[in-house]
């Protein structure tokens, strides 16, 4: 990392840490809370929810690299945000439409007073390809018909990006939440956070409301959606770093038989192990929001490559981490499980494991 | 066991089943709530439920290889295979389950009087008293002697004081099988009694801990100034901890059963996948494979342990093996379940069930009845015997 | 296992401890020898040549539970033989012919004084089915012309078993090795055992030569592998029982750092992890011979079992052998190589761990 | 470096490169016999291969990061990329590898005073001096510091007996550095130096060890009374240790970049592998598709510590991160091409030529240079700060 981006991490885990730490998590999941709106405007005054938004509209414009790793240190403690929703997955998708809607709309983003949600997902698995739900032209405009799922963000958001297939191809809309036809039922998730089904029933779309051009959503989504990717791996792997911290503090504290847990040479190579992947991780995490950056165009492989190494390391840092706590771990007073479970939604948005290792493995050639 | 009589027992068996076992106990019994528990306060779900055990209860069906006048049907190992296969043929759920038939059962057959046998095992057959268990204490982990809760021998019995935790369902239980120390100036392992006590009685107090997994299985369970009756110990006085070894294999081939989900209908995991998923990934598809040939090895490996052992007697050591494959397995199996289900997974009762829940419960499965990592130590000290 | 498999077990194991320790392949290697034909013979009196033979032709007829714990005792010390080609492959072949000359052959067999090699493999991996070697009608006969490779023992053997397609299937052919028109090359074998690339230039086979029917060389076949890949398995489990005896001997003995390395948990742990998975092949290897004994019809999965675990179980005890002696593990003069290599042929004989796991999955409905 | 003098740097390597690299000199160098190691009796396998190494010699481009006055290029670690970025452009074979460049040109820079630099680093660009490594002793293993070589001073120079064994390539090199006990009185870490010495020198004799590859790129060496003069000392007397553990770390990168498979060409695991497999497997694929995800991200891994370090610091602890995710993953590539091989890779010299020969060969990397358990333990200590 550079010397900005240092400072830059420094900066964010000491505002985490202060504003946003576990303990804030776990009062928000009592309380069945999943948006802290005066948060988000915090973050917003420091110039994390324009991360990606132009200077001319009111954004910090830092970059992708940049957004991984104010997403990092959000791992790291649980922050709860739509960060990734409308910092990144939003605000990508709006940059590469050069309207002043969307200019407006980028300029809502970056002072904290928009939200945005991702609708993709229609089975359970992310396949943004077999989208079935239909906009059908009416008219000027469409009419919406379909289901969404796992839209992340979305029983909250002011606004929703929704994919859907047109006549020739597959078309993005931007439209307000709360349009008629349109029916959010927030999921009982498992990591506590905002992620809703939603029925579209004859939501009418005009042509002003498609993002980018009808029948081409890749052409906006792609960059959005491999800016999202990247942003998500980089919390997997925060996460992972500090589902590891708290592990490596409890290796060195906790006895048993007599001593601490941390001199059983089995768990020292297990943990040694484990940083390994974390920091091989993080290599590949960098490497993303370099590419981003730099050669937008060619990130693909960098990204499913981020995305598949960290779902599989921040697998194994909530396993490990659950099972060298021994009991406690297992106990919802402790956090550790809050990391697994967080996990484990991070493993399923945006593209699984799999999906990713697939898309390296295009890329390699084979 | 020759192969007539043995055919003689099947046939007999099956007309017993097809008479005995209503309809709607023939659905395999693979959800947490069609478990029957028994106990005083057991609700039964249904009428069905309430007849099943109490037949099974009459022919000793409930603890199929305890002796007759233990409320057993004296079933030998191969019959007992007969029973299984039987059972699984018409998809029967299991009758009664609980730790008194698993874990205090087989130590009372061990090391308990035939007066205490008496009077324990049958209540314990026919349902009628729930158990649970009280080893592990707070902070030991798994350095499981390590027991701090005391018991001061006031002639004719202990006052105890202590704390409890790990107790499973303990605040469903009637009856605790506890790890005591009667005796504090001896060595760590010497000192300990095996005592059981009345859950009901003054001085035993219980509380459920909430898991990740949103559920409440374990409690913790204090105990202040109870009084333990000096004829509830089992084994000699402060030589418990040999009893408690001797339950502990047992906990550990139980754990390792249900670990290797080897109990009740015994699908293959691909084929429950494929249920739901269209088409599996490569990953998930060679994952999918060696959880299934690792399913079907393990089982196998239980099966030739118990052929191997005298009736009752367990693995030995090697039920830490039992125990650490079946739960590691069991984790996997449920990680591949997760990723099958996506994003339908990841809701609290979701479109698919509890498969979360379970899920997350399937990760104490490593750490209770002794870590992976008690169990690999066990591997390694007494069956390789590698220096310490 | 029985207390009568208890004492084969132990009575082979004394036999192979003094006539083919691991010493005696280490010398055969060195001299480039694949075949001791007197140490053959010792073996068929001991009825292990005839260990499926019926009585009346001359065998021992213990069955294919006594022929894995045979092959599994042969596996620890890397004994050299035609057991399986032979005593297991050719002579469940045979047995499924009742005509005068199966009868014979199996005699023979019995005796040591005929062996036997299965030609099946014609490309890299195992793949009965896809057999392209051609037997064409000539006359009353045929005509074979084709490749094969990997035809273990297949050099010395005095008599082939080959898969050849007829006009509407697949059929089995039982003719001496030296045929006109058969030209053998010994491979330059890792495992320095007997193998052969044949090929089949106009090769003429009567009627008589082949074995079982016309067009359903499965017939005779498919129990013919089977009782080979049960043994093959076995013979592997073995195989892993030897390296991990040499490996646990070595962590007791070997010290680093003024310790037995046998006291670090990291090792212990890793043999331990080892011991359990050795432990739960030997049970799906007994599952096998049990199967094959009391209902042949239907071993097909505890074979596939056998065979998949058996393969995976042998690479990481080898792995786990090499490292565990370090630097000494890897050189030609320590005899752990010999068990690695050995268990790499072994894997892909009969078919690889995914061949296997892919029957597994099918029997079991997925 | 601005883009601008990246950008003009890169051009002008690029003709260079145009009008020097030989045609035969563009195959990527995938195979073992490509490799150039110089040194006084080596044997070009090519006139090509000559011109290459005294064409790149010239330049400074076998050590392209070494100061011009050492005989290298004194390129800047941004010029570096450029330069490996090109010569992979053309699929450039590397010009000259050894141990002297890997390994004690990095201890020497650091250490050796500026006459042993201008002595021995030149002869080193140019390939005219051949190093071998003498540091582990028979019985040693992991415990390094256990040398039991000693050298008995006696005023002008040591006196050296003792035995070193893996040593690489001994007996086709020219001179050796070797750790010897100067001080035995001393602590185990305090009483050793780091010697030069003459291979062709009488009492030193080397002896070629057998591996399970079929091949010997290992050997034994033997010193008997063999003189070395004070002079050939690098860094401090009894504290050659120091100058041991920087190389180690060096060591380690290598390693790690070998086995990453990140030298040369770079083509993905999983395309070689459908080069000669018509489809993959679910386990082949799904295995070859992990591999290919781990090479890439332990590759970037490698660039991420060059561009932390200063230039020629190396990774320091987090080497040993380095050589462990590098060689286990190296060692997984190998059975993949083995599993995707068939029986074709069973065959010494076979059609896959000597695939199973370097599949065994890999089985060395986790040992060679710190095993694998070693590296973690290094971990566990200096970077996460674990009680030992």
Chains 1, 3 share one sequence.
């Not at chain 1, 590891?244 to 020292?268: C, D, H, N, P, S």
């Not at chain 2, 030995?316 to 039992?322: E, H, V, Y």
Request: proline share 3%.
């Amino acid at each position: 990392m550079s010397e900005e981006e240092t400072m830059l991490a420094d900066m964010a885990r000491g505002f985490l840490d202060g504003a946003a730490p576990v303990s804030k998590f776990r009062q928000m999941r009592d309380a069945g809370e999943t948006f802290d709106r005066a948060l988000w405007k915090e973050m917003a005054d420091m110039g994390w929810a324009g991360v990606l938004v132009p200077e001319d509209a009111g954004g910090s414009d830092m970059g992708f690299a940049a957004a991984n790793i104010i997403a990092r240190e959000m791992g790291k403690t649980l922050a709860v945000s739509p960060f990734l929703s409308s910092a990144v997955i939003a605000a990508t998708a709006l940059k590469h439409v050069s309207d002043t809607r969307a200019r407006d709309a980028l300029a809502k983003i970056a002072a904290g007073d928009m939200t945005y949600a991702l609708a993709v997902d229609e089975g359970v698995k992310f396949d943004p390809e077999g989208t079935a739900m239909e906009a059908k032209a009416d008219g000027n405009g469409f009419r919406l018909n379909g289901k969404k799922q796992f839209v992340v963000d979305g029983a909250l958001a002011d606004r929703l990006l929704v994919l859907a297939r047109t006549e020739n191809g597959l078309t993005l809309f931007d439209i307000p939440a709360d349009r008629a036809g349109i029916e959010r039922n927030a999921s009982n998730m498992i990591d506590a956070r905002d992620v809703a089904r939603i029925n579209f029933d004859n939501v009418e779309a005009t042509g002003g409301d498609v993002l980018g051009a009808v029948d081409n959503a890749m052409d906006v989504l792609k960059p959005a959606l491999q800016a999202g990717q990247a942003a998500l791996a980089a919390e997997m792997s925060g996460l992972s770093a500090g589902a590891f911290g708290m592990t490596v503090e409890y290796l060195k504290e906790r006895k048993q038989f007599g001593i601490e847990i941390g001199r059983f040479q089995a768990l020292q190579h297990r943990a040694a192990h484990l940083w390994c992947e974390i920091e091989v991780t993080a290599s590949a995490i960098l490497n993303a929001g370099r590419k981003l950056d730099d050669d937008p165009e060619n990130a693909g492989l960098a990204v499913s490559l981020a995305k598949a190494r960290a779902t599989d390391t921040a697998k194994l840092a909530v396993i490990e981490g659950v099972q060298m706590h021994g009991g406690i771990g297992m106990t919802d007073a402790f956090d550790m499980g809050f990391y697994m479970k967080r996990a484990r939604v991070g493993a399923e948005w945006l593209g699984d494991y799999s999906y990713h290792a697939e898309k390296v493995a295009a890329a390699r050639g084979f | 066991m020759t192969v007539n009589s043995r055919d003689e027992f099947r046939a007999e068996l099956r007309a017993w089943l097809e008479e005995n076992c209503p309809q709607e106990m023939r659905d395999g019994g693979m959800t947490e709530d069609s478990i029957c528990w028994g106990g005083k306060n057991w609700v039964f779900t249904s009428e069905a439920q309430k007849l099943w055990l109490e037949r099974c209860a009459a022919k000793g069906y409930t603890v199929p290889t305890w002796p007759v006048e233990y409320g057993g049907a004296g079933l030998t190992r191969e019959q007992e295979k007969v029973f299984h296969e039987e059972m699984e043929a018409i998809n029967a759920r299991s009758p009664l389950q609980s730790f008194g038939i698993w874990m205090l059962g087989p130590a009372l057959l061990h090391f308990g009087s035939h007066a205490q046998k008496l009077h324990y095992l049958p209540p314990i057959a026919r349902g009628e008293i729930r158990w649970c268990q009280g080893y592990s204490e707070p902070g030991a982990g798994s350095d499981l002697a390590n027991v701090q809760t005391k018991g001061e021998d006031k002639g004719d019995h202990w006052l105890v004081n202590g704390q409890k935790i790990w107790t499973s369902y303990a605040d469903r239980a009637d009856w605790i099988f506890a790890l005591v120390r009667t005796d504090k100036d001896a060595p760590k392992h010497k000192g300990i009694s095996f005592l059981l006590c009345d859950m009901e009685q003054e001085g035993v107090e219980t509380r459920p801990i909430k898991m990740i997994s949103g559920i409440s299985p374990f409690c913790e369970t204090f105990f202040t100034d109870a009084k333990i009756p000096k004829e509830q110990i089992v084994g000699t006085e402060n030589r418990g901890w040999d009893v408690a070894k001797y339950l502990l294999t047992h906990e550990r081939e139980m754990i390792s059963g249900g670990g290797a989900g080897l109990s009740g209908g015994g699908r293959a995991l691909g084929a429950v996948i494929a249920d739901t998923v269209e088409e599996m990934d490569v990953t998930l598809r060679a994952d999918a494979m060696r959880c299934e040939i690792d399913a079907l090895a393990i089982g196998l490996t239980l099966e030739r342990y118990k052929d191997q052992s005298e009736a009752g007697q367990g693995a030995g050591d090697a039920s830490a093996m039992l125990k650490y494959m079946g739960t590691e397995l069991n984790k996997q199996r449920h990680e591949l379940m997760m990723s099958a289900g996506g994003s339908d997974a990841l809701e609290w009762d979701g479109p698919l069930g509890n498969r979360a829940g379970d899920w997350l419960r399937t990760k104490a499965n490593s750490i209770e009845g002794g870590t992976s990592e008690v169990m690999l130590s066990i591997v390694s000290r007494r069956v390789l015997g590698l220096p310490a």
